[in-house]
């Protein structure tokens, strides 16, 4: 009977302590689902900027947490997600969009894949002409 | 026609092979951990921040006009400010150029134990403490230093310590850029 007792009080306290971590993971707290979906688009979009390759959801980076703050501020106080992005931008440029726009730096990035598979269509197809029309001679 | 072929198509293939060589040398030989600052040649940000020191003493980016000031980034927790600040010491006697400091996300205990410790080379300092003016200046780590012109234009960031040899070889040229009027 005790050792049941000590069984129950050791399960609900584990589960407890267990609700308590989950609280510390998440503090944000919203009252419009509409904006907590803005707010966990816009941190998924944005990179954290000391971390390469994480975005600002994952980044438990002192740094990508004073971003999220401000994201979360910025939805609180009404601002549009293109405003908000347009802040990260002007103080982290380009890299910290996990979705970069196309710019004169990166055209080529955007463009060369293009050009490149257009190039192989053409040289692809003067060969092959060329193959058939050797075959039918 | 054919003979004349054969000798272009090697030629094309190693042209071919050396410029996508040289591609990859400009996309991969840049340091990508490095981000170029937003600021380069754009106005400081407007900031009202409290002095560390001087608990009634504010500071706007107006403070930066007249003279040419160097903005060090430093914290307590950063463990390259203090092997950054021997130098700023011995730096701090060079009259015509303001050594401001940005004391970012940090306590005012440990920031002043930092100044009692290691010596106040600044000639004031930014207290920066939830980060926020850092983040107006796309601050992403500590230390960095601004060099920013008599007009309170930004014109460099150098991100990490700043050496003797990297006074040397990248700031003081840029600073004599600047007093020849840029």
């Known amino acids: 009977m005790i050792s049941k007792i000590v069984q129950q009080i050791i399960i609900s306290s584990l589960l407890l302590f267990s609700i308590q971590v989950i609280g510390a993971i998440d503090s944000y707290e919203f009252k419009d689902p509409e904006i907590a979906k803005r707010f966990h688009t816009l941190t998924y979009e944005l990179r954290c900027p000391k971390c390469q390759n994480q975005n600002l959801a994952d980044s438990n980076s002192t740094l990508s947490m004073d971003l999220k703050q401000i994201v979360y501020e910025k939805l609180l106080a009404g601002e549009s997600d293109e405003q908000i992005l347009q802040f990260m931008k002007q103080r982290y440029g380009e890299f910290i969009l996990f979705r970069p726009e196309m710019t004169k730096s990166n055209a080529f990035l955007w463009t060369g894949p293009i050009i490149f598979l257009t190039i192989f269509l053409i040289l692809f197809f003067n060969w092959y002409r060329k193959n058939r029309m050797m075959n039918d001679e | 026609m054919s003979e004349q072929s054969s000798i272009l198509k090697p030629v094309i293939s190693i042209a071919a092979f050396i410029g996508f060589l040289i591609l990859f040398y400009f996309l991969i030989g840049k340091d990508k951990t490095e981000l170029p600052s937003q600021f380069i040649n754009q106005p400081a940000p407007k900031f009202q921040v409290v002095d560390l020191l001087k608990e009634k003493l504010i500071h706007t980016e107006e403070d930066f006009i007249g003279k040419i000031t160097l903005l060090n980034v430093w914290a307590s927790w950063c463990p390259s400010c203090y092997a950054e600040h021997p130098f700023w010491r011995q730096y701090a006697k060079n009259k015509d150029i303001v050594l401001v400091g940005l004391n970012y996300r940090d306590t005012k205990k440990k920031a002043l134990k930092f100044i009692n410790q290691q ?25 960095e230093t601004f060099i920013i012109d008599p007009q309170g234009i930004i014109r460099y960031r150098h991100v990490g310590v700043v050496t003797p040899e990297v006074y040397k070889t990248i700031f003081l040229p840029l600073i004599d850029k600047i007093k020849g009027g840029f």
């Open chain 2, 119 to 143: 010596g106040n080379s600044y000639q004031w300092i930014l207290f920066d403490k939830n980060g926020r003016l850092g983040i107006e200046f796309g601050v992403y780590g500590a230390p």
